[in-house]
């Protein structure tokens, strides 16, 4: 069980120190993958050495059961031939070993199971960085394609920024356009008031000059009533 543990802290601590360095996801998973490819080598050696006490186990299981069936063999021999006395000491040593056959039936059972457990362990790290590898190029071009969305996100941002300035050059250029118009109505004011001044000018001369034919006609017609 020491074995298990062993490995499933270094799973734990692999995972847990590339999450606290995961600034470049990409990075990451190269570092990840080459990072579950050498957990995979001591995992290999780790089965290795858990499968090789199995098989030792289960020989030692087999060697004693072996020795049971001998001496019980002996014993019905013995019995056979008579010799009850010999037939005891047969099944005297078959019961010692049935006791040592328990005791190597339980460490047979414990190293089966550990052997089990690290080959499931083994087959799902193998399966788990098969299904990374097939995943990666994916996941490396979903990355890709986030920063350059936060590419564009940031010209975007730089866009808005344009946009307020190019606000601010519309109401200076509406101001200017207010002000110049300001200044064509009052030169248009001026412009009429000195018309106006040279209009009443005019209009005194013109006047004085139609009035002086009618003048000089009814002047010579007062004459010629006094015969003059």
Do not use: W
């Amino acid at each position: 069980m020491g074995i298990i543990s062993r490995f499933k802290d270094i799973m734990s601590a692999n995972i847990n120190a590339l999450l606290d360095k995961a600034e470049d996801p990409e990075k990451m998973i190269d570092q990840y993958l080459r990072d579950m490819e050498s957990d995979l080598g001591k995992v290999k050696a780790e089965t290795a050495a858990v499968m090789a006490e199995e098989t030792r186990c289960k020989r030692q299981l087999d060697e004693c059961t072996a020795e049971m069936n001998k001496y019980q063999q002996y014993a019905e021999k013995a019995v056979l031939a008579g010799n009850d006395e010999d037939a005891k000491q047969f099944l005297a040593k078959k019961a010692q070993l049935a006791t040592q056959q328990a005791n190597l039936q339980q460490a047979y059972d414990v190293a089966s199971a550990n052997a089990t457990k690290m080959r499931q362990m083994h087959d799902k790290l193998c399966k788990d960085i098969a299904d990374l590898n097939a995943r990666k190029d994916s996941i490396k071009a979903k990355i890709a394609a986030a920063k350059t969305q936060e590419k564009i996100n940031k010209l975007g941002a730089s866009v808005e920024g344009v946009k307020g300035s190019m606000s601010a050059f519309d109401r200076m250029e509406a101001k200017a356009d207010n002000m110049l118009d300001k200044a064509n109505a009052m030169a248009d004011l001026n412009s009429s008031a000195e018309d106006n001044s040279l209009d009443d000018l005019a209009a005194k001369y013109d006047s004085t000059s139609a009035s002086a034919p009618a003048v000089d006609d009814e002047l010579a017609a007062l004459k010629a009533k006094m015969g003059m």
